[in-house]
């Protein structure tokens, strides 16, 4: 996978938290991940298909994602309801289409799915392609999230 | 900006309709209805006087897109401001928005006062 896919994804991670949660986020060293198991609680799946074909993932922990989107709504979330999953999965399409608009100016057009929501601890993420994943490890004074990028060109 | 205008915000998704009308009710606005999806958008101008459209594009079903076309193509709604929210900021969907006569456009993410500048921007005289 060509490492140039995964910043446009830092960026907009960065981007999006930052606009819809006021939430400043520390990008920890991005890793090839070697299985499927979530690295948070709840996670949002996107693919992507296009020129390139891929998938984006972000996995929250509770504690982190009861944080973020209690700033997004301007009310405490204290549980991880219909609501707060919805959200994680607007945060994942956000994401998505910050990096597409991004890896355009690359000279790649790409569609996104509707993302889906998966929800457990230690839950599978099923991505697009057995190619390789690229991790992305997050920080925040709110606790921590992670992104995963697949791409197969 | 004319603050008694009835809103109708569309999103399949509920967490950014509460967004969306966070941000509005933070301008001032407060008369909104809600649908989710486009056809159930037009049920909902069929039975409502609707002054501003605020909807998401990439919904199941009759997407944003198709839901804007569907307005202008209707005598009685044609007129309606309508402002797309998207994450689809490509050139090509931008195009492919103004080609079907939207208004305006908010590129997700997006803050308070950005909702507000392109409200102000699309209601200018309302």
């Known amino acids: 996978m060509d490492v140039s896919y995964v910043n446009p994804f830092i960026d907009a991670t960065l981007c999006v938290l930052k606009t819809m949660a006021s939430t400043e986020a520390e990008v920890g060293k991005p890793y090839i991940k070697k299985d499927t198991t979530a690295m948070g609680d709840v996670t949002s799946l996107i693919g992507l298909s296009g020129q390139i074909n891929g998938s984006v993932s972000v996995s929250f922990t509770t504690e982190s994602i009861l944080c973020v989107v209690s700033r997004m709504f301007g009310e405490e979330m204290t549980e991880l309801n219909d609501e707060v999953k919805d959200a994680v999965g607007e945060i994942a399409n956000m994401i998505s289409g910050q990096a597409r608009q991004k890896i355009e100016t690359m000279g790649h057009s790409l569609k996104a799915a509707i993302p889906s929501v998966i929800v457990g601890t230690k839950h599978s993420i099923a991505h697009a392609s057995s190619y390789p994943v690229v991790a992305i490890p997050f920080s925040t004074v709110d606790g921590n999230f992670t992104i995963e990028v697949c791409f197969l060109e | ?126």
Not at chain 2, 20 to 47: H, P, R, T, W
Not at chain 2, 104 to 113: A, E, L, T
């Open chain 2, 1 to 126: 900006m004319n603050l008694e205008l009835k809103i109708l915000v569309v999103d399949d998704f509920s967490t950014m309709r509460r967004i969306v009308k966070n941000a509005l009710k933070q301008i001032g606005f407060s008369n909104f209805i809600e649908a989710d999806s486009g056809l159930a958008a037009l049920e909902q101008i069929k039975n409502n006087k609707v002054d501003l459209i605020i909807s998401d594009w990439n919904m199941p079903g009759m997407d944003g897109l198709a839901f804007l076309k569907e307005i202008r193509g209707n005598e009685a709604t044609k007129g309606i401001p309508f402002v797309m929210v998207t994450a689809e900021a490509q050139k090509i969907n931008v195009l492919e928005a103004v080609r079907a006569g939207v208004s305006n456009y908010i590129i997700k993410p997006f803050s308070g006062d950005d909702v507000k500048r392109k409200l102000e921007e699309t209601l200018k005289g309302a």
